[in-house]
């Protein structure tokens, strides 16, 4: 069975940093092209960054310049450095990757979600 799991959430006072992970499991899987999103109550979940498999990344506006998509194939790992955090980030951050399995069959999943707070 594959899943996403995110970690790396947290409490952090504004201007400071998180990393978040998103590690895909489940036996021959690779990780493929993954997005985060961010969720606050009653709106609707906006996309934050993306990498390609090779690697090509994308950011919004609105984190541009603060935080860093990243890969470890290796590891199946997709991580978000997040740094100068502001109390507008403050939301519920979302995995949404493709899985490869067994190098032939390819799916769309989400992770659980991971909580991040930016007090001001």
């Known amino acids: 069975q594959v899943q996403l799991v995110e970690s790396g959430g947290g409490l952090v006072q504004a201007g400071g940093s998180l990393r978040l992970s998103c590690v895909a499991s489940?036996?021959?899987?690779?990780?493929?092209?993954t997005g985060w999103y961010r969720q606050i109550p009653g709106k609707q979940r906006e996309l934050v960054a993306t990498?390609?498999?090779?690697?090509?990344?994308d950011y919004a506006d609105s984190v541009r310049g603060r935080f860093t998509i990243s890969r470890d194939n290796a590891k199946n790992t997709v991580y978000l450095q997040m740094n100068n955090l502001k109390p507008e980030d403050t939301a519920v951050y979302y995995c949404?990757?493709?899985?490869?399995?067994?190098?032939?069959?390819?799916?769309?999943?989400w992770g659980q979600g991971t909580q991040v707070t930016v007090s001001s």
């Open positions: 949404n990757a493709d899985v490869i399995k067994y190098r032939l069959f390819s799916n769309n999943y």
């Open positions: 489940g036996s021959d899987v690779s990780i493929d092209r």
């Open positions: 990498i390609s498999s090779g690697g090509s990344t």
